[in-house]
């Protein structure tokens, strides 16, 4: 098998590859509300529901951006909750947030960890944490690696799936990445740090042992 041979069936099967493209900042810490300690290092999650880690992203499409919000728990490093809209607003991490309260069902106690942007310190946003017992948190200014974990995750959402495609609009990027999420990463995924099985397995096994 030559070169030409092996370039082919990788472009065929879309293992190329590609560019980083052109950053586009999604956080905006430059608001006057509250601001929460980082309180993610006084913590090490010992179970699921203890930490959940949120943050915003764009995805490009044809016409321009539309925007990802995610919440991952911290020990299972399932992706709990999740909403794609075409604006950057409390509304998007709100809507992602309550897909994981109805998937998951929290007690009260949780550590909910996110950036200092301006969707996650609204007042919306912060009032429905206290709401149902969860506790904010946020990342110091400027520093990614306060939520790293959640920086892992969109490395791998943006290497395996987003900039492998062209998305024609929203409705086709939220088909895409819900199925990435869904089938893919939460169930089939192997995860390294887990013992090389996929979150919703190491969940489960965690579940298994407490009964």
């Not at 052109?22 to 309180?39: G, I, K, M, Q, V």
């Not at 728990?73 to 897909?99: H, I, M, Y």
């Amino acid at each position: 098998m030559n070169h030409k041979r092996v370039l082919r069936v990788m472009r065929e099967r879309k293992l190329l590859c590609r560019r980083e493209r052109r950053y586009r900042a999604t956080t905006d810490s430059t608001h006057r509300e509250t601001r929460f300690p980082n309180l993610l290092p006084q913590v090490t999650p010992v179970r699921p529901d203890q930490v959940w880690q949120a943050d915003p992203t764009y995805v490009r499409v044809q016409q321009g951006f539309v925007y990802l919000a995610c919440v991952l728990d911290s020990f299972t490093r399932e992706v709990v909750g999740w909403s794609l809209s075409k604006f950057l607003d409390a509304e998007l991490p709100l809507a992602a947030l309550n897909n994981a309260l109805s998937a998951r069902c929290p007690a009260p106690g949780l550590l909910h960890h996110s950036d200092q942007g301006v969707q996650y310190a609204s007042r919306v946003y912060v009032n429905r944490l206290r709401a149902v017992g969860i506790t904010p948190s946020m990342s110091r200014k400027g520093n990614p690696y306060d939520n790293a974990r959640m920086e892992s995750f969109y490395k791998t959402l943006k290497t395996e799936e987003v900039n492998l495609q062209e998305y024609a609009d929203l409705d086709d990027a939220r088909q895409h990445i819900d199925s990435f999420i869904a089938d893919l990463y939460n169930t089939r995924r192997l995860h390294s740090s887990l013992g090389y099985v996929p979150p919703a397995e190491f969940a489960a096994r965690y579940t298994a042992t407490q009964m």
